[in-house]
């Protein structure tokens, strides 16, 4: 059971590039998230999709684009990096149970993204 | 809006002692779920224990606990006999049970655990 598979693990970018961050889940969940981590910061929701077909802006969207390709993947995009959005990067999901308040989210391994 | 304070930028502990990282919370959900989450230096994210706003007996899982104050909103985790491979940051989170999708989480707390 693999869970929540982010892909890549690490990245360096030049500034202006462009890259995908691939988020893919095996839990049947509906909710995905992507969130940025900073030292000092916790971690700071870019964008969630709350079920297939559907996005929103999070606390920290812009400089960010996403898919949510179907049920299983969530993709983030950076259309030209910029060294403010050098972090660490995390995917999430969550299931619902039914009413049931113990939707537990679970994490990526992340990916480091440094953009230079 | 949700907040969730985590105070304790830093804490150390001996081994083998308990320690408890504080989380305090404010929200107008009636019913919520709180979380906690272990991340180790390999930077992964692991859920520890959840305590639901309804659960009457606080949560516990192993030698995690968590000390629920509805009244005052407040969540601490206790890890009982510490152990070195405790040393982590540690993330206190809120969810809404319904509606709200998102979570909330604390800014974490960097534990340091002594031999």
């Known amino acids: 059971n693999a869970g929540v598979t982010q892909t890549p693990k690490f990245q360096v970018l030049k500034t202006g590039q462009s890259m995908t961050l691939q988020c893919a889940q095996d839990m049947n969940h509906n909710s995905m998230y992507w969130y940025r981590q900073d030292p000092g910061m916790g971690l700071r929701l870019i964008y969630y999709?709350?079920?297939?077909?559907?996005?929103d802006k999070g606390e920290v969207p812009n400089g960010y684009n996403v898919s949510r390709l179907n049920k299983r993947e969530f993709s983030l995009r950076l259309e030209s990096a910029a060294p403010s959005q050098t972090s660490v990067y995390f995917c999430a999901s969550i299931g619902l149970a039914g009413g049931l308040a113990k939707n537990i989210q679970y994490f990526g391994a992340g990916t480091r993204l440094s953009v230079l | 809006a949700q907040k969730i304070t985590q105070t304790q930028p830093g804490m150390f502990v001996q081994e083998k002692e308990a320690v408890t990282l504080d989380c305090t919370y404010d929200?107008?959900?009636?019913?919520?779920?709180l979380f906690w989450y272990k991340q180790p230096s390999s930077g992964e994210m692991i859920f520890l224990i959840y305590q639901g706003s309804y659960d009457e007996q606080n949560a516990t899982e192993g030698r995690y606990s968590l000390n629920f104050q509805k009244a005052r909103k407040s969540a601490n985790l206790v890890i009982s006999a510490s152990q070195l491979g405790d040393s982590a940051m540690y993330f206190c989170?809120?969810?809404?049970?319904?509606?709200?999708?998102?979570?909330?989480f604390g800014r974490g707390t960097s534990l340091i655990v002594h031999p």
């Open positions: 999709s709350a079920s297939e077909g559907t996005t």
């Open positions: 929200t107008s959900d009636q019913s919520y779920g």
């Open positions: 989170a809120q969810k809404a049970s319904g509606g709200s999708y998102i979570p909330t």
